[in-house]
């Protein structure tokens, strides 16, 4: 019997779907799958990852702007007779060239997955007009577009299909991870924390790219006043994006950068966690964060904004969700330093939610099966 070919639709950049697709391969069964990952801009620099767990990669770098005929070309060769599934990820509508493409070329499975609720473009009038487009194309979308339409959450499905999609035919798939990788282990805390240089310190932690999406901005701002308070408060900040050196001048202008910590893009994500006593993540729109579902699976207390999806709330006790306003954030921070909270893994309650990818990969197998 032959293995289902998968092609998975666009990478772009290190960030949440990237994670989300890789972490979805490393437990697929190859016996029964293929997967091709497309990458769309050059030197991104982590196609190893792809490539070591056994996956193709290929490349379509014309712009569809620019070069559509050459575009168009590139996407129908690379589809003609070569793929069973075509899983496409995105956060807003921009074309819908490759679903049509995918159905023209006869693919027996078309999938849309939502990652994302808005829109993540720094400058606001090109911001403006991508939404512009966005809200265009939802009234174009017609449901024979594609075969499946999927979700990381209800909030990115409605933002995305809208009305056009009865809810009954969306499938909501879990930004699920491997929980056991995670799992709190006081060893490995001092460990990080002693390599770290913060073994005294409360370390405020934050996971992702400097996009205006995830609000340095604001964080910086709360851990300014934090930092007032509690003379020992650190900030880590892990992950690299558009916005780093802005945030990066914001922190020297505040006279902090001896508190902060930028680590930059980091393959120890699990070790990390352990080192941190809180995580922050105040973003300004959320999908569902892969980093808010690892922090908790870490025992960590976290603290997000109420524009992260209710679904992000795994273990609710480990869990506060605020609004955008900065004495809120700071007078919760300040607690937690000073709380007799209690650190500990509740690892049941992800296999329980579908958040443990040894189960939910059956989810993502069945889907994919012809």
Same mark, same amino acid.
């Given at each position: 019997?032959?293995?289902?070919r998968?092609?998975? +639709?666009p990478?772009?950049a290190? *960030? ?5 697709a890789?972490n979805?391969?490393k +437990?697929l069964d190859?016996?029964? +799958? ?10 991104l620099g982590?196609?190893?990852? +792809?490539t070591k767990q056994?996956?193709g990669v290929?490349?379509i770098?014309?712009?569809?702007e620019?070069?559509?005929k !050459?575009?168009i070309?590139?996407?129908?060769k690379?589809? %003609?007779?070569?793929? =069973?599934?075509v899983h496409? #990820?995105?956060s ?11 159905m023209?070329c ?6 849309v997955?939502?990652? *994302? ?10 911001r403006? !007009? ?9 009234e174009?979308f ?7 339409f999927?979700?990381c959450?209800?909030?990115?499905? =409605?933002? %995305?299909f ?6 009954e035919?969306?499938?909501?798939? #879990? *930004?699920?991870?491997?929980? $056991?990788k995670?799992?709190y282990?006081?060893s ?6 002693n390599?770290?240089?913060?073994e005294?310190?409360?370390?405020m932690?934050h996971?992702?790219?400097f996009?205006?999406?995830?609000n340095h901005?604001?964080?910086?701002d709360?851990?300014?006043e934090?930092?007032?308070e509690?003379t ?5 900040l892990?992950?690299?994006?558009p916005?780093?050196?802005?945030v990066?001048e914001?922190?020297?202008? %505040?006279?902090?950068?001896d ?7 980091r393959?120890?994500?699990?070790q990390l966690?352990?080192a941190?006593d809180?995580f922050?993540?105040p973003?300004k729109?959320?999908?569902?964060p892969?980093?808010?579902? $690892?922090?908790?699976a870490?025992?960590?207390m976290?603290?997000?904004?109420i !524009? ?6 795994i273990?609710?006790?480990h869990m506060a969700?605020?609004? %955008?306003?900065?004495?809120?954030w700071?007078a ?9 909270f209690c650190?500990?893994?509740s ?8 958040y443990d990818?040894r #189960?939910?990969?059956?989810?993502i ?6």
């Amino acid at each position: 019997m032959s293995k289902i070919r998968v092609l998975q +639709f666009p990478i772009s950049a290190n *960030n949440g779907v990237k994670t989300y697709a890789l972490n979805n391969w490393k +437990f697929l069964d190859k016996s029964r +799958f293929e997967c091709d990952f497309v990458i769309v801009r050059p030197n991104l620099g982590f196609e190893g990852e +792809f490539t070591k767990q056994g996956a193709g990669v290929k490349y379509i770098l014309s712009s569809p702007e620019k070069e559509s005929k !050459q575009y168009i070309e590139s996407i129908r060769k690379l589809l %003609l007779g070569n793929y =069973d599934v075509v899983h496409l #990820h995105t956060s807003y509508w921009k074309r819908l060239l490759i679903e049509q493409i995918a159905m023209e070329c006869n693919i027996p499975k078309v999938i849309v997955h939502s990652h *994302n609720t808005q829109i993540d473009i720094v400058d606001e009038s090109k911001r403006k !007009q991508a939404e512009k487009v966005h809200w265009e194309l939802r009234e174009k979308f017609d449901i024979n577009l594609a075969t499946d339409f999927c979700a990381c959450s209800w909030a990115a499905a =409605d933002w %995305l299909f809208g009305p056009k999609i009865p809810r009954e035919q969306i499938k909501i798939l #879990h *930004n699920a991870i491997d929980i $056991e990788k995670f799992a709190y282990n006081p060893s490995v805390q001092a460990k990080c924390r002693n390599l770290l240089g913060v073994e005294d310190n409360f370390v405020m932690g934050h996971i992702g790219r400097f996009s205006a999406q995830k609000n340095h901005d604001f964080l910086i701002d709360v851990f300014y006043e934090v930092s007032k308070e509690l003379t020992n408060a650190k900030l880590m900040l892990v992950g690299e994006g558009p916005l780093e050196n802005l945030v990066r001048e914001k922190v020297e202008r %505040l006279g902090i950068m001896d508190k902060v910590l930028f680590l930059g893009q980091r393959q120890d994500i699990p070790q990390l966690l352990q080192a941190m006593d809180v995580f922050c993540l105040p973003s300004k729109f959320e999908g569902l964060p892969i980093s808010l579902v $690892e922090a908790q699976a870490s025992g960590l207390m976290c603290i997000a904004s109420i !524009q992260v999806p209710e679904e992000g709330t795994i273990v609710s006790t480990h869990m506060a969700r605020l609004p %955008l306003v900065l004495e809120k954030w700071v007078a919760a921070l300040i607690e937690v330093a000073r709380s007799s909270f209690c650190r500990q893994s509740s690892l049941s309650e992800f296999v329980e939610q579908g958040y443990d990818l040894r #189960h939910s990969v059956i989810d993502i197998e069945k889907l994919y099966s012809l």
